[in-house]
């Protein structure tokens, strides 16, 4: 992380930064942490992040978002002037593991969903509060969403993708999630698969092999050809998100030296750089293995989940300038262009409807597991960060 840049900044804040209230933010951060979310039920905070949003004045509406277990929440800040509309979004569900309330400890929030990404939420809702007590919005709208069914492999991202499908969306979209290192500006898209080789008989001792493909030496051919593809797709190198890839993480078969298996069953994933679709890299994984069941005679069951689609950001959009020139504005220097490590819901922001996402949150640790915490202190900076682009970005340009 780029602590050399937390300098302070050697001019006066400007007043939508002053009106960030550092224990206002921490108090909503240490609420949403407060109610366990895990993928899937993810109610109850969205209840508390509606209350907590009807409770500071704004108008909140809770789009079911084809999840009624968990109807996303969408809160509006309006200028009543035309501008651009910027968003903030978040996911409010957390991974399946054991619930760690929340502590604050020094300059640590620690508890489940800190980092991921329930403190850089609640700075983006602190952002939210200081433009409208500073006035910054001179025109334009700030539209603030958050919904579950992030974290995979519980969810599968649809409420979000049902969100931006009924027009929850702004013109640019900034996203809290706990990466600051790099301006990330390409991501790799990526599925996860299963492949099943199956032949038709039953259980057998060896001796008595039928006239049946072997399904360990299907499963081989599979391994070698997926290989090949790798190696292919190691071509397609891009130098900030890395390399389109094929890989084989797991291969299952058998239960004893000599039995005859039945089935072997094969995982991993397919990763490609934006210009490839999920739907081109299924159909080629998909054709590989009919390809291989057909010259084999094993048959090959094939289930593909999609992870999010590849991630472009175009620098030249006005967003990109505008979110760094409030970051130097307030860290002194532009944060360095990079590749985005995972994917996120930028992705989708991009993939589906065209919008320019930037993922931008707190310096934060222990995502994933039960040793969740954020740093507070970059909470304030987010916060700041968040409220002074809404400041810049949606007074021009009324195009939406
Ligand atoms: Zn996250």
Redesign the pocket.
């Known amino acids: 992380m780029r602590t050399e840049a937390r300098r302070t900044p050697t001019h006066p804040l400007p007043a939508v930064c002053e009106a960030v209230n550092p224990a206002r933010l921490l108090d909503t951060a240490v609420r949403l942490i407060a109610r366990p979310s895990p993928t899937g039920a993810a109610g109850a905070v969205a209840d508390e992040l509606a209350a907590i949003l009807t409770a500071d004045g704004f108008a909140v509406e809770r789009p079911v978002a084809g999840h009624p277990a968990a109807p996303a929440v969408v809160a509006r800040l309006s200028s009543g002037r035309p501008g651009r509309t910027l968003q903030f979004n978040a996911?409010l569900d957390t991974v399946h593991l054991p619930f760690a309330p929340p502590q604050v400890v020094g300059d640590r929030l620690t508890g489940s969903g800190a980092a991921?990404?329930k403190g850089g939420l609640a700075a983006a809702v602190e952002a939210m509060r200081a433009v409208r007590d500073a006035g910054g919005l001179a025109a334009g709208d700030l539209l603030l969403t958050a919904h579950d069914l992030?974290e995979s492999p519980w969810g599968d991202g649809s409420q979000l993708d049902a969100l931006i499908a009924a027009g929850h969306v702004g013109r640019a979209v900034l996203l809290p999630?706990y990466f600051n290192a790099a301006l990330p500006v390409v991501g790799r898209g990526g599925f996860t698969w299963a492949a099943t080789v199956r032949r038709p008989g039953p259980p057998v001792h060896e001796v008595y092999r039928p006239d049946e493909p072997s399904v360990i030496a299907v499963g081989a051919e599979l391994v070698t050809r997926l290989g090949r593809l790798d190696a292919e797709l190691a071509r397609s190198n891009d130098p900030l998100a890395g390399a389109a890839s094929a890989f084989v993480g797991t291969v299952q078969s058998g239960s004893i030296y000599n039995e005859f298996p039945q089935t072997c069953r094969l995982e991993g994933t397919r990763r490609w750089l934006p210009g490839t679709r999920f739907a081109d890299a299924d159909r080629e994984f998909r054709g590989l293995c009919a390809t291989l069941a057909a010259e084999t005679g094993a048959a090959i069951e094939v289930e593909t989940r999609l992870m999010r689609d590849a991630f472009r950001l175009d620098t030249a959009d006005p967003f990109v300038g505008v979110f760094q020139s409030a970051y130097a504005g307030l860290v002194g220097e532009r944060l360095p262009i990079g590749g985005k490590p995972f994917v996120?819901d930028g992705n989708s922001f991009w993939s589906s409807a065209g919008i320019p996402a930037i993922t931008h949150g707190p310096t934060a640790g222990g995502a994933h597991t039960t040793a969740e915490w954020v740093n507070t202190d970059d909470l304030v900076r987010v916060a700041r960060l968040y409220a002074l682009v809404a400041t810049m970005y949606c007074p021009f340009g009324g195009d939406s």
Request: charged share 50%; hydrophobic share 15%.
């Open positions: 996911h991921d990404m992030h999630e996120d």
